[in-house]
C-alpha cells in the first residue's frame, strides 16, 4: 500500500490555460463560469462545438446511447452509431471516398492516413507544407511546422518529411497568384533535388492552415497539387480536421477550390465536443492498407458516433453552413472596416467562421504580447478569443456555427475596444 501524501494532485504546470475562466457549463455560444460569470465562447474548444453547447438534441442522442451502449470495441464488434456514422459521411464525401477508420483525436487520424499512404503506394516520403499543423504525436508531430516549440526538446522527428513552402501571401508580400505559382516552382524543385516522385508517396496538406494563423491554401495552389499528384501518381491528403463541417461556409473547405483529395480527415466538429475523428478513402484505396495497420481501444467509440449523427442532423435542420457563410461574410467585413482604420491590424485572413486577425507593432512584426493582452482585455468584456501563429500574434475568431449577428458584433465590439485599450 502507497504510503499517503500531504499534498493533492494537480494538473501538469506544462498545460497552459488562456484565460481564467472556470467553466461550470455552457449553453449555446455561451460559457458560464463557476462565479456566476457569463462568456461569449469564440473559441469552440477551438472549433469543436460547431453546434455550440450543449446542443439540445445532441444532448438527448448522447444521453439515450449511454443507457444502451457506452463501448463497443469496433475489433470485436460492430454496433449502430458507427455503421451509420460511415453511411452518413460517405454522403457527404467528395468523390469516391466511401470507407471509413474511426479514432479518438485528430493526430490518430492523420497518422493512420500518413500510414496508408506509405502502404498503399510502396512509398516512404510524405510531402508536408510550412506552418502545417497535423497533431502532437510523434508521426503528426514529424508533419508539424505551425510553431517550433511544438517540437523544441523532442527531436529527432520521424524520417521520411519533406517540408515545402505554403502559399502565405501575406508573409512573402506578393499576390495570391504570384506566391502560389512560386510555391508551386518551389515544390516541383523539391521533387528533383530532395524527394523523388517514386518516393513520394503523397502531398499532406490542410486546405485552411489552422495553427499557423488562418491561411487558405488556395485554389490555385490545390488544383497544383491535384495535377502534381495524379502525374507522379502520389496520393493528395487533405487535413479538415479544423476547416472542416461547415468551417468555412462550406460543409468541406475544399468544395470552394473545385478539387477533390484522395483522403480527407476530419475530426473536431465532428461530434460536437464528444472525442472523434475519421479519415476516409475509397474503398480501392482503403484495401491497399496493411493488416493489423488500423485499429485503438477507444475508436469509434458508441457514444460519440451517436453525438456525431445528431450533429449531422442539427447542422441540416438549422441550416449551420449556410449560417458559416452569412456570419463569416459580416465578421470579415468588420474586422476589415477595423483594419482600416487600426495600423496594428497587420492582416486579416481566412474564410468562413474561421478569420485571423495579426497584430503588428510599429515596424510591422508580429506582435504575439499585444495579442495576448489583447485577449485578457476581451475576457474583461465577457468574451473568450485564443491566439495562434508562430509567435502568437493572431487572434483567432472561431465562434460556434450557431453563432447570430448581434454576437458577431458584440465581439468585434469588444475587439475595437480592446485594442483601444492596449494601444501602442
Not at 503588428?360 to 485578457?376: N, Y
Request: hydrophobic share 40%; with cysteine; glycine share 12%.
Amino acid at each position: 500500500m502507497s504510503e499517503s501524501k500531504d499534498r493533492v494532485g494537480q494538473i501538469s504546470p506544462l498545460l497552459k490555460t488562456s484565460s481564467g475562466v472556470v467553466a461550470e457549463r455552457g449553453e449555446g455560444a455561451y460559457i458560464f463560469g463557476s462565479d456566476g460569470s457569463r462568456y461569449l465562447d469564440f473559441t469552440s474548444g477551438i472549433g469543436v462545438t460547431a453546434t455550440g453547447h450543449c446542443h439540445p438534441k445532441v444532448v438527448e442522442a448522447a444521453q439515450r446511447q449511454v443507457a444502451s451502449l457506452v463501448h463497443g470495441q469496433y475489433a470485436i464488434l460492430r454496433h449502430r452509431p458507427l455503421v451509420e456514422l460511415a453511411e452518413k459521411l460517405g454522403e457527404r464525401m467528395p468523390g469516391e471516398i466511401d470507407r471509413f477508420f474511426f479514432a479518438s483525436a485528430g493526430t490518430e487520424a492523420c497518422e493512420a492516413a500518413m500510414r496508408l499512404a506509405r502502404q498503399a503506394t510502396g512509398k516512404p516520403n510524405m510531402i508536408v507544407f510550412q506552418g502545417g499543423f497535423h497533431g502532437r504525436t510523434m508521426g503528426s508531430l514529424s508533419m508539424t511546422t505551425s510553431s517550433v516549440g511544438l517540437r523544441a526538446g523532442v527531436q529527432p522527428m520521424m524520417g521520411g518529411v519533406v517540408v515545402a513552402p505554403f502559399p502565405n501571401s501575406c508573409r512573402y508580400g506578393w499576390s495570391d497568384e504570384e506566391t502560389a505559382d512560386f510555391c508551386l516552382r518551389e515544390l516541383d524543385h523539391i521533387l528533383a533535388t530532395q524527394s523523388m516522385p517514386a518516393e513520394s508517396a503523397a502531398f499532406f496538406v490542410e486546405p485552411v492552415q489552422g495553427e499557423a494563423g488562418y491561411i487558405p491554401a488556395g485554389k490555385r495552389f490545390l488544383q497544383g497539387l491535384r495535377e502534381r499528384a495524379d502525374r507522379h501518381n502520389m496520393l493528395l491528403i487533405l487535413d479538415e480536421v479544423q476547416s472542416g463541417y461547415g468551417r468555412t461556409g462550406t460543409f468541406w473547405a475544399h468544395e470552394q477550390d473545385e478539387m477533390q483529395p484522395d483522403i480527407l480527415i476530419t475530426a473536431k466538429g465532428l461530434a460536437s465536443g464528444f472525442p472523434l475523428s475519421a479519415f476516409g478513402a475509397s474503398e480501392q484505396l482503403m484495401s491497399r492498407g496493411w493488416p493489423g495497420s488500423q485499429g485503438g481501444t477507444y475508436g469509434g467509440n458508441a457514444v460519440a458516433c451517436a453525438a456525431a449523427l445528431a450533429t449531422l442532423e442539427v447542422i441540416d435542420e438549422e441550416g449551420l453552413v449556410e449560417n458559416a457563410a452569412e456570419q463569416g461574410a459580416l465578421l470579415r467585413s468588420r474586422l476589415e472596416a477595423l483594419q482600416q482604420e487600426d495600423e496594428s491590424i497587420g492582416a486579416v485572413q481566412g474564410r468562413g467562421l474561421m478569420q485571423g486577425t495579426e497584430l503588428v507593432d510599429r515596424s510591422g512584426q508580429p506582435d504575439g504580447d499585444r495579442a495576448a493582452r489583447v485577449l485578457q482585455e476581451m475576457e474583461k468584456q465577457g468574451v473568450l478569443m485564443i491566439r495562434c501563429g508562430p509567435q502568437g500574434q493572431i487572434v483567432r475568431w472561431l465562434p460556434p456555427l450557431i453563432v447570430t449577428q448581434a454576437e458577431i458584433e458584440r465581439a468585434v465590439d469588444a475587439f475595437h475596444q480592446a485594442l483601444r485599450n492596449t494601444s501602442l
